[in-house]
C-alpha cells in the first residue's frame, strides 16, 4: 500500500514550457486535491476532485488545469510555465468529501526560471 | 468563508519545556478542526483532529488540543517537547458539508537541547 504518489519529485522548467504532475493514490479513496505550498503562505488549493468526474476550482486555479483520469489518478498540468508557479505542489485525497482526513503525497518541488 | 489564523510564524523552544501553537478559525458554519504537522522535505500527516464530541482531543505522540466555540480557537499543546517534535505545524479548518480545507500559515516549531 503505497499510499498517495507523485511524480516528478522534482523539475526545473524554463518560462512558457509546459508539463503534468502526476498523482495515484491506492487507497479507493473519491475525493483528490491538489495543493500548492510556499513559505509563509501555507497551503492553498489549486484544483479538486470531489469524486471521479467532477473537478472545481480551488483558491489559487489560474495558470493551471487538471484531469482526473479514473479513480486513482489526478494530474495537475501547467500549459505555459510562469515564475510565479515555482513552489511545492501535494497531492492529498480522502476517502469521502466529508470529514475524513486527507493524506498527502510527498510532493514536488517546481522551479520556473 | 472561512479563515485559519495562526498567530505565530515561528516558536522557539528548549527541549522538555511545554508549548503552546495557537490557532484561531472563523467560519459561520459548524466547522470540523484538524492539526497536521510536516517534517522537513515531507508531506503533511494528520497530528489530530476534532469533528465532535469531547473538546480536547489528543494525538498518540502527546499533543492535544482544546476547542474553544466561544473563542472560535484550537490551540495546540505538549507538556513537555522533544528535539524530534522540530516540525512545521499546520491547523486546518472544514466546514461541515464541504470537502475542502483552508490551512493556515503554519508554525515552524524549533526545539533545541
Known amino acids: 500500500n503505497a499510499g498517495v504518489t507523485q511524480t516528478p519529485k522534482f523539475q526545473v522548467l524554463k518560462t512558457g514550457q509546459s508539463m503534468t504532475l502526476q498523482c495515484a493514490q491506492d487507497?479507493?479513496?473519491?475525493?483528490m486535491y491538489w495543493y500548492r505550498q510556499d513559505p509563509g503562505m501555507g497551503l492553498r488549493l489549486i484544483y479538486y476532485?470531489?469524486?471521479?468526474?467532477?473537478?472545481d476550482k480551488g483558491e489559487v486555479p489560474n495558470g493551471y488545469n487538471v484531469s482526473r483520469l479514473n479513480k486513482r489518478e489526478f494530474s495537475l498540468r501547467l500549459e505555459s510555465a510562469a515564475p510565479s508557479q515555482t513552489s511545492v505542489y501535494f497531492c492529498?485525497?480522502?476517502?469521502?468529501?466529508?470529514?475524513?482526513?486527507?493524506?498527502f503525497g510527498p510532493g514536488t518541488r517546481l522551479t520556473v526560471t | 468563508a472561512q479563515s485559519v489564523t495562526q498567530l505565530d510564524s515561528q516558536v522557539p523552544v528548549f527541549e522538555e519545556a511545554p508549548v503552546e501553537l495557537r490557532c484561531n478559525y472563523s467560519?459561520?458554519?459548524?466547522?470540523?478542526l484538524f492539526w497536521y504537522v510536516q517534517y522537513p522535505n515531507q508531506g503533511l500527516q494528520l497530528l489530530l483532529k476534532?469533528?465532535?464530541?469531547?473538546?480536547l482531543v489528543e494525538s498518540i505522540n502527546g499533543f492535544e488540543a482544546e476547542f474553544n466555540k466561544s473563542q472560535t480557537s484550537f490551540h495546540l499543546r505538549k507538556p513537555s517537547v522533544h528535539i524530534s517534535d522540530t516540525a512545521e505545524y499546520f491547523c486546518?479548518?472544514?466546514?461541515?458539508?464541504?470537502?475542502?480545507?483552508?490551512f493556515g500559515k503554519g508554525t515552524m516549531l524549533l526545539v533545541s537541547p
Open positions: 476532485s470531489a469524486s471521479e468526474g467532477t473537478t
Open positions: 476534532y469533528l465532535s464530541g469531547s473538546t
Open positions: 467560519s459561520s458554519v459548524s466547522v470540523y
Open positions: 486546518a479548518v472544514q466546514n461541515s458539508g464541504y470537502s475542502t480545507l483552508t
Open positions: 487507497m479507493n479513496h473519491n475525493s
Open positions: 492529498a485525497s480522502t476517502l469521502r468529501g466529508g470529514n475524513y482526513e486527507q493524506y
